[in-house]
């Protein structure tokens, strides 16, 4: 309900854009298809927090902003990639984040052992940065090529049940872009998009869905 009240708005204020440091727009993008097909939609989010909306569909004949973003999404297509959005900011970096296809897993076969040790009560912050690190709070690390990254569950100790594996998504620079990880890091370091827990890609993206909900219903 907050984040429509903000639509209405076209301004954030569930975070702080201002800590953020910005002096220029930044650009979220999503690929939503309804009966007419395919199209794209852009939030750009100004360094006030206050922000637009644009809807464009794939135009060879007439170039934008947009145009390069759009042809990412479409050679995903053909590759058979998926793409959960792009962001480009007002240099014209674009950083692309992507499925992987992994996943995260426990320290099974040691939780096995504590557990044949008579340990049943696997509790506490050491034992949770021990068993559970691959499954709570935000990593990430870089091949070089891409930032790899994973959300897990808020690490509060251990009695708090974990009900899945965490999905491991990559933070793509396109061509020569420089990567913004860590300019968007805060941006999945909320918990009003998910009841509490972190969100596994930037906020702004949520915007997006829920406009999208809206103009294409």
Not at 140 to 160: C, E, L, R
Request: glycine share 6%; aromatic share 12%; with cysteine.
């Amino acid at each position: 309900m907050l984040i429509k009240d903000d639509l209405v708005k076209q301004r954030i204020s569930l975070f702080d854009w201002n800590t953020l440091g910005l002096k220029e727009d930044i650009d979220f993008g999503i690929e939503v298809t309804d009966t007419s097909g395919a199209k794209y939609i852009f939030m750009t989010v100004h360094p006030d927090g206050t922000f637009n909306f644009s809807e464009q569909t794939l135009n060879l004949f007439d170039a934008n902003r947009y145009s390069q973003c759009i042809e990412i999404f479409e050679n995903a297509k053909i590759n058979f990639e998926k793409i959960h959005g792009i962001i480009r900011d007002a240099s014209g970096n674009i950083n692309v984040i992507k499925d992987t296809g992994w996943f995260t897993i426990p320290e099974i076969n040691r939780i096995k052992t504590e557990l044949l040790n008579g340990n049943t009560k696997l509790r506490g912050k050491e034992k949770r940065n021990e068993l559970l690190s691959s499954c709570l709070d935000i990593k990430m690390f870089n091949d070089g090529k891409a930032t790899y990254y994973f959300v897990g569950t808020i690490g509060n100790g251990m009695k708090y049940l974990i009900h899945r594996a965490a999905n491991i998504r990559k933070l793509e620079p396109f061509e020569d872009s420089v990567s913004m990880f860590e300019k968007l890091l805060p941006l999945m370091n909320v918990t009003f998009v998910h009841n509490g827990q972190l969100t596994v890609i930037p906020f702004p993206f949520k915007y997006l869905r829920e406009y999208a909900k809206i103009s294409c219903s």
